[in-house]
């Protein structure tokens, strides 16, 4: 379904949103094409979308099961809620009140998400025994990239967080990628 343009109310939400100076370059150009999405996926206009708080809502949830996700189009749709001319204050106003009762619902459920320290679905799909991570780099070839990778992280203690997230592995003069043959 083609989205229902409302040319001049979204432009005006979408313009409050990329000229307001407070907000990162980054910020900005994120809420849009949130916003831009959620209308053209819902196939309505972004004021539209906005208004109609309660059946985007719905939508939402019944489209994205991933909390981080709907949290990160509800917050684009509050920023533009925030910023929108006065002449939208009153027909944004009821949906200002739902969009922010689910934004603090998704914040308490990450809380607890955090607090209990639980695997998401996503999270507990691609886990792998930290038992099968030894045996993989046993088998592996000594001296190669990936038999490196694998001992920084296993030849100790488990691993506590990303400590080597900023390491290159380079190699020079056109080398293969063993680094170490005799290892």
Known sequence: MQPQVDL????????????????????????????????????????????????SLTWLRQTYNEVC?????????????????SKFALQLQKAQQLWLQELLLLDRTLKHRYKSNLPTARQAKGHVPWADIVKLRDKLLKGSKARLLLCMYSLGMAPMRADYNRIALLSCCGETDLLDASG
């Open 8 to 55: 001049p109310g979204d432009l005006m939400l979408l313009q409050g949103i990329t000229s307001d100076e407070g907000l990162s370059v980054t910020s900005r150009n994120a809420y849009a094409m949130r916003l831009r999405l959620l209308a053209c996926r819902r196939g309505r206009s972004i004021l539209d979308t906005v208004a109609e708080a309660s059946q």
């Open 69 to 85: 996700t709907r949290k990160g189009f509800i917050s684009a749709v509050l920023a533009a809620i925030r910023r929108a001319p």
